[in-house]
């Protein structure tokens, strides 16, 4: 499975723009960037995916570089409710898709 | 929308007993996954079913570990002679595949898991 790197920690202040990066070096041709949020005592919670394109969704952005091997998500004004765990995440669509490799995500540490 | 039901939330046993484990899917979702996470971990996939079929199971499920979903809705998980390595949280999740033609990436939802110790 193609891996994600990811910073362990981040820190914003709210209202502020927060960009969080995501290396995937070794991404094939039909793998779709996902990214998923887990709030304190939650299960984790879809954001937005894309496979080529940037894409704008009510929650993020998701930028994905020309060559396909980063991409930032992108919360626009940073809240007090999006400190959670950001997990990016390499996967296919189609018959596999839901057979997801979680890695340890970015913590988001959002300050009043 | 009264999204992913997962219960009991909580799960104290002894090791050596069994447990069963209950998942709610989102009514008109016809896959339903199977994950579980340790502190300080991401979610690690167990096994997944589209309607009543499964139709993949990783390694970590070893054989004391047995899930069904009888008639395509709901799902149970059973781990037998629990060991204490067993404690983590196990979550559920649901989502929709058309099945034929093309497919489409369905995002998926998420209960908040049954949190399972092993004393």
Redesign the interface.
Known sequence: DAKTTQPNSMESNEEEPVHLPCNHSTISGTDYIHWYRQLPSQGPEYVIHGLTSNVNNRMASLAIAEDRKSSTLILHRATLRDAAVYYCILGQGGTSYGKLTFGQGTILTVHP | DTG?SQDPRHKITKRGQNVTFRCDPISEHN?L?WYRQTL??????LT?FQNEAQ??KSRLLSDRFSAERPKGSFSTLEIQRTEQGDSAMY?C?S?F?PGLGP???????????TRLTVT
């Open positions: 992913v896959r996954y300080g971990q991401g979610p690690e996939f997944y139709l993949e979550l999740a989502s595949s497919i489409l990436v369905s995002p998926l939802h998420f209960g908040n898991g």
